[in-house]
Each structure stands twice: as C-alpha cells, then as structure tokens.
C-alpha cells in the first residue's frame, strides 16, 4: 500500500506540474478561484459558438464580448486578499 500511496502521490505532483490549474498544496481559495474564473474566460473566448451565444444574450457584437472577457480576464475576483505574514 505504501508503494501506492507514492505512485499517487507522484501522479498528481506531475500534474500539477504540467498544468497550472490542477492547485499543489500552497495553493489558497482565492488562487484557485483566480484559476477556474481564467480558464473559464479563456473557454469562452476561444469557442466561438459560446462566445456568439453570450453575445447574443447581452446584446452586444462578439467583438465586444471578446474584449470584456479578457478585460475580467485581468482581476476576474477583484484584488486579492490582504495575507497575514507570521
């Protein structure tokens, strides 16, 4: 069991070092909010269907919509919070 607790344990450290939105341990909530608003934004910019159908909800040109999606891109949960250094 020991031997597959470390061959878990190195799979998901390869993980989360190839892809950034996997978390690793000092990884805190507002991060990984930071991570999944990103990719999310991301998705949508790169899938035009989405991006047309967001469009189409808000009324605005997909041009439009691309360029505030990567505005929120920037802050997609506002500036981050003060850390307490002990």
């Known amino acids: ?3 597959d607790r470390f061959n878990i344990n190195s799979q998901l450290e390869h993980l989360q070092a190839r892809y950034v ?3 690793h341990a000092d990884l805190n909530r507002f991060e990984w909010a930071v991570n999944i608003q990103r990719d999310s934004y991301a998705s949508y910019i790169g899938h035009n269907p989405i991006l ?3 469009a189409v909800a808000e009324n605005e040109s997909i041009g439009r919509e691309r360029y505030n999606f ?3 891109m920037l802050l997609p949960c506002g500036l981050p919070p003060e850390r307490e250094d002990d």
């Open 1 to 3: 069991q020991a031997s």
């Open 21 to 23: 939105g996997t978390g």
């Open 52 to 54: 047309a159908y967001f």
């Open 70 to 72: 990567m505005q929120k």
